[in-house]
């Protein structure tokens, strides 16, 4: 009996041994595979999910960084588009879409911070404010400014400015 057990031992443990080992060929080409799946998959997805945009303003172009919700999806989808900013409040340049943005069920509510891109639901606009503000249950988060790009829209009165793609 102890030899029958002491068989069966050192047959699973080789079993496990070469089940373990990572550089069996079959084990490799599965990973080979997996990977490259991977990485078509990334290459792929990149180009049709991208959440990066550019903004003209004048001679300058800045970018932002999109959220990743409904709403500002559907923003990305409609770029190029090129609008006018007009100044608000002192703290934001805004404009109206036709037709408004699909809202969904982006989440609501945000403390805008200086190049914070939103969405003012009560009015459907998008508001791109370049100073900080106060917390509004009614503004929905649907991008931002990279770096200090903001500094181009400091400026009074309207501007004029084109959305794309990155």
Partial sequence: MKKLWLIYSMSLLTLTATACDSDSPEREETGRQQSETEQNNNNNNSDTTSMNIKIT????????????????????????????????????????PSPTLTIGD???????????????????????????????????KIGSIDGEGIE?????????????KQ
Avoid at 79 to 94: G, H, R, Y
């Fill in 57 to 96: 303003v004048g001679n300058s172009t800045i970018t932002a960084t999109m959220e990743d919700n409904t709403a500002a999806r559907d923003f990305i989808s409609r770029l190029p588009l090129e609008v006018t900013l007009n100044d608000f409040n002192n703290a934001e340049k805004i404009f109206y």
């Fill in 152 to 164: 181009v829209l400091r400026v009074s009165g309207d501007v004029k400015v084109k959305f794309e």
């Fill in 106 to 140: 982006t989440p609501r509510g945000c403390a805008p911070q200086a190049g914070d891109i939103t969405i003012y639901a009560p009015w459907n606009n998008v508001a791109i404010f370049y100073k900080s503000w106060s917390h509004s249950n009614s503004l929905i």
